[in-house]
């Protein structure tokens, strides 16, 4: 099993230009998450997937929209892409037992913007 | 809204030491993960602890969670220098259907 794959793993962009991150795992989980980490400041969850064909907002979703393509994928798109959104991307799922269980996370992409 | 908290952030021990890290959080939650992550790389997960009182062991690090006091413990045991990396609570916000807000991190430097 290759778990949580993630391209690309790094990406630079020029202000205004657009994106999608891809995001795929082959664990059969049901909840996917896309989370930025930029130091000092942990991870913060920018959109989540409960489940195939639903999506909802984390902390900080402006600039983002997500698309939950299937079970298997869950991308990431900037529209626009700002300095703001320099950032490292992780993408993780996980399977969901009265709760979310534990997250299996993606490689990451470390995302420049000039 | 759910705030997670973790003390110290910055940890610098000798090997063989002992050491506690704190994860408070400000709502109620019974579900509560440690991970690690090592320099330039992704996360590791250590420990779900899924329900008060529950404690949990891997080696030389126990964690431990008190929901009553909204606080979860990762204790260091004879610390090594393979421990050093940066540990993350991260708690269920249950105010949401699947939503999980990770602390801010402990960087912890096991000296020889």
């Known amino acids: 099993n290759a778990g949580v794959t993630q391209t690309p793993k790094f990406q630079v962009l020029k202000t205004g230009q657009s994106m999608t991150l891809q995001c795929a795992q082959d664990?059969?989980?049901?909840?996917m998450y896309w989370y930025r980490q930029d130091p000092g400041m942990g991870l913060r969850l920018i959109y989540y997937?409960?489940?195939?064909?639903?999506?909802d907002k984390g902390e900080v979703p402006n600039g983002y929209n997500v698309s939950r393509l299937n079970k298997r994928e869950f991308s990431l798109r900037l529209e626009s892409a700002a300095p703001s959104q320099t950032s490292v991307y992780f993408c993780?799922?996980?399977?969901?037992?009265?709760?979310?269980?534990?997250?299996?996370f993606g490689p990451g992409t470390r995302l420049t913007v000039l | 809204e759910l705030k997670v908290e973790q003390n110290p952030l910055f940890l610098s021990m000798q090997e063989g030491k002992n050491y506690t890290i704190y994860c408070n959080y400000s709502?109620?939650?019974?579900?509560l993960y440690w991970y690690r992550q090592d320099p330039g790389k992704s996360l590791e997960s250590l420990f779900v602890?899924?329900?008060?009182?529950a404690v949990k062991q891997e080696g030389r690090l126990m964690a431990s969670l008190d929901t009553k006091a909204r606080l979860s413990t990762l204790h260091i045991t004879a610390a090594v220098h393979d421990l050093s990396a940066t540990y993350f609570c991260?708690?269920?916000?249950?105010?949401?259907?699947?939503?999980?807000?990770f602390g801010p991190g402990t960087s912890l430097s096991v000296i020889p």
């Open positions: 991260a708690v269920d916000g249950r105010t949401s259907y699947d939503k999980v807000i």
């Open positions: 709502t109620t939650s019974d579900r």
């Open positions: 993780a799922s996980s399977s969901w037992t009265a709760g979310p269980d534990t997250q299996y």
């Open positions: 664990m059969n989980h049901n909840s």
């Open positions: 602890l899924l329900s008060n009182g």
């Open positions: 997937s409960a489940s195939e064909g639903t999506t």
